[in-house]
Every structure is written in C-alpha cells, then in structure tokens.
C-alpha cells in the first residue's frame, strides 16, 4: 500500500481529475480503499496484501462503476417496442404434422 500511495496514487490522481482522493490513516486495521457516489452510496475494498498494480486496477474498479447496487439481468435485451411477432410458445402453434 505504501508503495502505491508513493508511486501510483499521484499520477491515478492527475489522470482523474473529477474524483477526489483523501488518505486517511487508519492504524492497526486493514487498508481500505472507499469510494463515495453522487447517489450517496459508496463501495469499500479491502487492499490487504495486494501489490500496487492489484490497487490500481481496484481504484479503477470504483472509479469506473456507477455506485448503484448489482442487479441481475434476467433479458439482457431491453426494447421500448413490444416484439412484432409476439412471444413464441409451443402451446399456441399449429403443431407438426408428421
């Protein structure tokens, strides 16, 4: 962690400048990188015996997200217009004549 707060932390700073970076220490407890969203939700991971490439990719894991909470995505295709030929069902076809 002291590597990245030396090395990466300035220049992850100078490339975003639309985010703000604090440090705050926290003796005796395990680092944690937190990210605060403009919804009022925020997201903390735990950067425990990672190497400073490994933080880097989950700053910009938190810069990059929206701050909403993961859903599950049941159709992953969503439309405003209903299909033209309707929802296929066995039930309601002709049937196959042999």
Known sequence: MNSFLKHSLSKFAAANPQIE?????????????????????EKAICVRNLE???????????????????????????????SVRGIWSPYHSGGIKV
């Open 21 to 41: 970076m604090t440090v705050s220490p926290r003796p005796a407890k395990h680092p944690v990188i937190i990210g605060h969203y403009a919804n009022g939700r």
């Open 52 to 82: 400073k490439d490994q933080i880097l990719q989950k700053a910009e894991l938190l810069r990059d997200a929206s701050g909403e909470k993961l859903k599950r995505v049941t159709k992953p295709v969503r439309s405003i217009n209903q």
